[in-house]
């Protein structure tokens, strides 16, 4: 079975999914076919899922452009929305620029992930593109700066919340990926990154290298240094991945980048020499069924890549259904997709050890010295058990 018999069979019995999808090629300028989509659409779940999927300002220009006329009360809450994502995403990137020249007078470097500098890059503006937090990624010897810099700043660390141990720390630094920190007057939240993913054995470029091959990206009048076309695909594709793809302004996002990369071979053999492999060309092929993107990199997909790709289906497919609540089993399908990106045991083993392992909760909920700290790992399902059932 192809893999567009996949996407043609879950698109059934969605039409307001399948309409988003159309207004969006429409958007990357294939034609559009209002015939396609028969079914009543209920325009409030089209809104919502909109939203969802992080669309909702690109959808509502093209339901426009196409004199698709909707509810005037839909309307209003469409626009009022649009309005304040504009407003959000502003004050988003004011702070962003703020806090990029503070780290610049500390010559700390760092690298925007995603956010307004990606959606200047890809949309010229904030217009289109919502970001719920700020990411930056900077050298993991720089983390206790960075930390240091965030508190003056008026920033409260919530992930960890608590003060850690040395051996807390050292744990962190090792088995996660980023600090968060929120501003309360201002209602942002920033995600500081040592590593890109959790897991160590995925995407193994260093900070170094990555900023070593950065390209600048001018944001109301600040230069920022950002990720390079090629390692800004595989980042994306890898991020995108490991959430099992359950949101489609990931997927549009590429298909915007997607235009501005040279060379698809070898960013191809560049993904599978960094055990990419996997990711990068399920981003390619759904590129391709999504959009009508072709691939380009020479190579054809086989039975690994279409489970991938119907188990991204199922993602995407089933939390348009729920709206925004993604249950438990949604946790099952991303973790089972997580596992198969990448077939070698040590990255399987690490994903299972890091979902077993302990959590900074864990340190919340009861708290040892050092010297005990390996009764953590016994103790964790117990832990985890009193918080459960406490709620």
């Known amino acids: 079975m192809q893999i567009m018999e996949h996407c043609n069979d879950f698109f059934e019995g969605y039409p307001e999914l399948s309409l988003i999808v159309t207004l969006l ?14 079914t ?25 452009m196409h004199q698709i006329q909707m ?10 929305y649009c309005q304040q994502s504009v407003a959000k995403s502003l004050n988003q990137t004011a702070e962003l620029i703020r806090l990029a020249k503070r780290l610049e007078s500390s010559t700390i470097p760092f690298l925007p992930l995603k956010g307004p500098v990606l959606a200047f890059q890809l949309e010229q503006g904030v217009n289109y593109r919502v970001s719920g937090d700020l990411d930056i990624i900077i050298k993991p010897s720089n983390m206790e700066q960075v930390a240091e810099t965030m508190k003056q700043e008026g920033y409260l660390q919530t992930l960890p919340e608590q003060e850690l141990s040395p051996k807390q720390h050292a744990f ?38 990555a900023y070593e091959r950065k390209q600048t990206q001018e944001v109301f009048g600040h230069s920022f240094p950002t990720l390079s076309n ?11 991945a ?55 990199t020479g190579t054809t997909s086989n039975s690994k890549h279409r489970r991938l790709i119907n188990l991204a289906l199922q993602s995407i497919i089933r939390n348009s259904g729920s709206g925004s609540d993604r249950p438990f ?18 990255f399987k083993t690490s994903l299972i050890l890091g979902q077993l392992g302990m959590s900074p909760k864990d340190w919340a909920t009861l708290h040892l010295p050092d010297t ?20």
């Open 25 to 38: 090629q429409s958007a990357l300028g294939r034609e559009f076919k209002a015939s396609a989509n028969k």
């Open 40 to 64: 009543p659409i209920d325009f409030k779940k089209l809104l919502l899922l909109s939203v969802y999927h992080g669309v909702a300002s690109r959808v509502r220009e093209q339901l426009a």
């Open 71 to 80: 509810p005037c009360c839909i309307k209003g809450q469409w626009d009022q």
């Open 172 to 209: 962190f630094i090792k088995h996660h990926k980023h600090f968060c920190f929120y501003h309360p007057r201002k209602n942002i939240l920033v995600e500081c990154h040592w590593k890109w993913t959790s897991n160590p054995y995925l995407l193994k470029i260093t900070f170094e290298e």
């Open 230 to 240: 090629e390692d800004n695909f595989l980042y994306l594709t890898t991020h995108a």
């Open 242 to 296: 490991c959430h099992a793809w359950y949101r489609l302004f990931w997927l549009w996002d590429l298909a915007l980048l997607a235009p501005q990369i040279e060379n698809w071979p070898a960013l191809y053999k560049k993904a599978c020499d960094h055990k990419l492999e996997r990711p990068f060309l399920e981003g390619v092929l759904l590129l391709d069924q999504f959009f009508n993107l072709p691939n380009q």
């Open 329 to 346: 089993w949604h946790w099952v399908l991303e973790k089972r997709h997580l596992l198969m990106l990448d077939k070698r045991m040590r």
């Open 372 to 391: 005990l700290f390996f009764l953590y790992y016994p103790l964790r399902p117990f832990l985890w058990a009193k918080r459960w059932f406490g709620r």
